[in-house]
């Protein structure tokens, strides 16, 4: 089984804990970048749902920039935890700022706002547990922020991906 015996044998209590975290950051970012785009388009002007989208998906340049800056400051356990923190927050947010905008109390900058910083911390921790990941198994080199494929890397796969889907639905 080589690489795969270790995983799960040897390495197995650090991959079921990393398993869960995957599994939830993964439904809740495809669960926003799905949804939002649908609640704009029945809920603000045509051209504020272009908007909309516009501006979550720029939300994802700081969140990976500041994680990566962070994780390296201040360690990957804590910037993970903390990005986990503030990303539940306006994920709650978001909820309950939708609520409103369904009564008609609300208006849909607000839902836009906590979709963003949602979006910025989810992608921060996306980053840091892509690198947590590869370091939490020691048969990888660990892998430092401050080389320039890491950072290339770490803000040009996402985009790619993003573009590659596109241009299959299109």
């Known amino acids: 089984l080589g690489q795969l015996g270790q995983v799960c044998g040897t390495h197995g209590r650090v991959t079921s804990r990393l398993m869960p975290l995957w599994a939830c950051m993964s439904f809740a970012y495809y669960g926003l970048i799905f949804i939002l785009p649908t609640y704009l388009a029945r809920h603000v002007p045509r051209q504020s749902e272009y908007v909309g989208v516009l501006c979550s998906a720029f939300a994802e340049v700081p969140g990976y920039l500041l994680g990566g800056l962070f994780a390296d400051r201040y360690g990957r356990k804590g910037v993970l935890i903390g990005s986990f923190a503030c990303s539940t927050a306006a994920a709650f947010l ?34 840091v547990l892509m690198v947590y990941t590869s370091e939490a198994y020691p048969w990888f080199a660990p892998v430092k922020y401050d080389e320039k494929p890491v950072w290339t890397a770490a803000y040009t796969a996402p985009y790619l991906g993003d573009q590659r889907v596109v241009s299959y639905s299109a």
């Open 94 to 127: 978001a909820g309950w700022s939708a609520d409103l905008l369904e009564q008609g109390r609300a208006s849909w900058g607000v839902l836009l706002m906590a979709a963003c910083v949602f979006k910025a911390f989810l992608c921060s921790a996306f980053l």
